[in-house]
């Protein structure tokens, strides 16, 4: 069964703090995704990345960066948190090409204060 | 690139009616459509999908058509439950695309449906 984990369900930080969310996913999938999702608007992706070390901007990626150094993780990271970041974070991942079924993890709440 | 959009936003029916959910898609390279189930608190969940060659499907009470000339296609729930009540998301990808966009998903906004009991 494919698993894809995100290491922090709850955080909070303060406004200015740098975060990181973790991903990692078993299946040896290329493709890898973070996702916001926020009450109304869906899910907006903000990066993804088709291969190690490679990375393209999704819809929303201003204030986020990523990184993919291992094939199996997937970090998100926000240089400098603000409050407008509040939100669920979702990581997924999809095998390259022949594979159509998108996993998630469980997502991650982050709230800024 | 594709854009996806989908309603209603929010949609409440009485337990065994039937419910309705609609989306419609701008790229007509997209060929693979799946809807997932979102319960509150847990990751989105694959429902049930279709691709662009097949204009019906159908598992159980759930069932989703495609019009390709129109470009949308709806997800109906028949003899609805209290269960079903969750937010749902279509979407839409080229399968065949090439370089970084394959494997891209685009949803719509979702649909929070609500059924009473």
């Known amino acids: 069964d494919v698993k894809v984990t995100q290491s922090s369900r709850y955080l909070v930080k303060r406004t200015g703090e740098k975060v990181f969310l973790e991903c990692v996913q078993d299946?040896?999938?290329?493709?890898m995704f973070w996702y916001r999702q926020d009450p109304g608007l869906g899910l907006r992706l903000i990066y993804f990345s088709y291969d190690v070390k490679m990375k393209e901007k999704g819809d929303i990626p201003e204030g986020y960066s990523v990184s993919r150094e291992k094939k199996e993780r997937f970090s998100l990271i926000l240089e400098s948190a603000s409050t407008n970041q509040t939100s669920m974070y979702l990581c997924a991942s999809t095998p390259w090409g022949g594979g159509n079924t998108i996993y998630f993890g469980e997502g991650s709440w982050l709230t800024v204060v | 690139g594709e854009n996806v959009e989908q309603h209603p936003s929010t949609l409440s029916v009485q337990e065994g009616d039937s419910a309705v959910i609609k989306c419609t898609y701008s790229d007509s390279a997209s060929n693979y459509f799946p809807w997932y189930k979102q319960e509150l608190g847990k990751r989105p969940q694959l429902i049930i999908d279709?691709?662009?060659?097949?204009g019906e499907k159908k598992d159980q009470r759930i069932a989703v058509t495609l019009n390709k000339t129109a470009k949308h296609f709806s997800l109906h729930i028949t003899e609805t439950q209290p269960e079903d009540s969750a937010v749902y998301f279509c979407a839409a990808r080229n399968t065949l695309g090439r370089g970084s966009t394959l494997g891209r998903l685009y949803f719509g906004r979702g649909t929070q449906l609500t059924v009473w009991p």
């Open positions: 279709i691709r662009s060659n097949v």
């Open positions: 299946m040896d999938h290329e493709n």
